[in-house]
């Protein structure tokens, strides 16, 4: 089955970089508008970032001009540079595909990125 992996994720402190990456298997991304999400604990997830297949990207308010998203179809990863992490960063961190023609979507299963002060 269709299974997306991410990693990356760890503890830094505040100020300090990390970059997450969602490898997938069974699907092919380029046919894909690809996203991450974050939920903090006792809040709702939230969407970080996403890119469509001809690179147009979004980025949630608080992340912008922090965090980069870009894929790498050959490689089928795509991935989430954060700098300037803050405390208010810290939750588990999800990467998503949804299907550009049927609108399928599927999910990681999250990896934790932890900023200390």
């Known amino acids: 089955q269709v299974q997306l992996v991410e990693s990356g994720g760890g503890l830094v402190q505040s100020g300090g970089s990390l970059r997450l990456s969602c490898v997938g298997s069974r699907i092919i991304f380029r046919f894909y508008r690809l996203g991450w999400h974050r939920q903090a604990p006792g809040k709702q997830r939230e969407l970080v970032a996403d890119?469509?297949?001809?690179?147009?990207?979004n980025y949630a308010d608080s992340v912008k001009g922090r965090f980069t998203i870009s894929r790498d179809n050959a490689k089928n990863t795509f991935y989430l540079q954060m700098n300037s992490l803050k405390p208010e960063d810290t939750a588990v961190y999800y990467c998503?595909?949804?299907?550009?023609?049927?609108?399928?979507?599927?999910w990681g299963q999250g990896t934790q990125v932890t900023v200390s002060s």
């Open positions: 890119i469509t297949n001809g690179g147009t990207t």
């Open positions: 998503n595909a949804e299907s550009l023609v049927t609108g399928a979507g599927y």
